[in-house]
Antibody, heavy 118, light 110 residues
């Protein structure tokens, strides 16, 4: 059974940093591209970042470019999102999501809440 | 990077059919047959319902169907059931592994 479990969310002050993790199991993690998608409270979904299976290709949404860094450790079956210079508008539930060959997200984690507030 | 346009809400009675539209541009929806649709119940993670415009993942009811014309994709749910009440989001590939989500549509089953 495919499982994605996010962790690392919490309350952080504006300008602060946080590192999210996503532990994958039930599939060959190193063979799949992965993404982070977020959802602000009461709002819609927003794609945040993409990383290729090897980690060699990375893309970001304009809203987080230069502040967030996606990475992965295939030996540990883990995906990460380093978030720096956090703003109030980054407050959201952050999901990790597995990519498919058809550019859709077939499995999602349960999400981890990040709250940026003083 | 602007969100795709979806109606904020739609509603229908049990047994009826509804259609949710998703309008993008020639740079995303209009350029690729790579539109997907997600169902999200309150407090839950999204679930993939349609990919590549009109394909259903294993286990998704055939009451769900998708289509596309020009820059607009559509999700149709036939034979509405109470359990279909949820938020629905479209998503399109926009080149270079970038993705665009719609703003979401709240489906109410009357």
């Amino acid at each position: 059974e495919v499982q994605l479990v996010e962790s690392g969310g919490g309350l952080v002050q504006p300008g602060g940093s946080l590192r999210l993790s996503c532990a994958a199991s039930g599939f060959t993690f190193s063979s799949y591209e992965m993404n982070w998608v977020r959802q602000a409270p009461g709002k819609g979904l927003e794609w945040v970042s993409y990383i290729s299976s090897s980690g060699s290709t990375i893309y970001y949404a304009d809203s987080v470019k230069g502040r967030f860094t996606i990475s992965r450790d295939n030996a540990k079956n883990s995906l990460y999102l380093q978030m720096n210079s956090l703003r109030a508008e980054d407050t959201a539930v952050y999901y990790c999501a597995r990519d498919t060959d058809y550019y859709s997200f077939d499995y999602w984690g349960q999400g981890t809440l990040v709250t940026v507030s003083s | 990077q602007s969100a795709l346009t979806q109606p904020a809400s739609v509603s229908g009675s049990p047994g009826q059919s509804i259609t949710i539209s998703c309008t993008g541009t020639s740079s995303d929806v209009g350029s690729y047959n790579l539109v997907s649709w997600y169902q999200q119940h309150p407090g839950k993670a999204p679930k993939l319902m349609i990919y590549e415009v009109s394909k259903r993942p294993s286990g998704v009811s055939n009451r769900f169907s998708g289509s596309k014309s020009g820059n607009t994709a559509s999700l149709t749910i036939s034979g509405l059931q109470a359990e279909d009440e949820a938020d629905y989001y479209c998503c399109s590939y926009a080149g270079s592994s970038l993705r665009m989500f719609g703003g979401g549509t709240k489906l109410t089953v009357l």
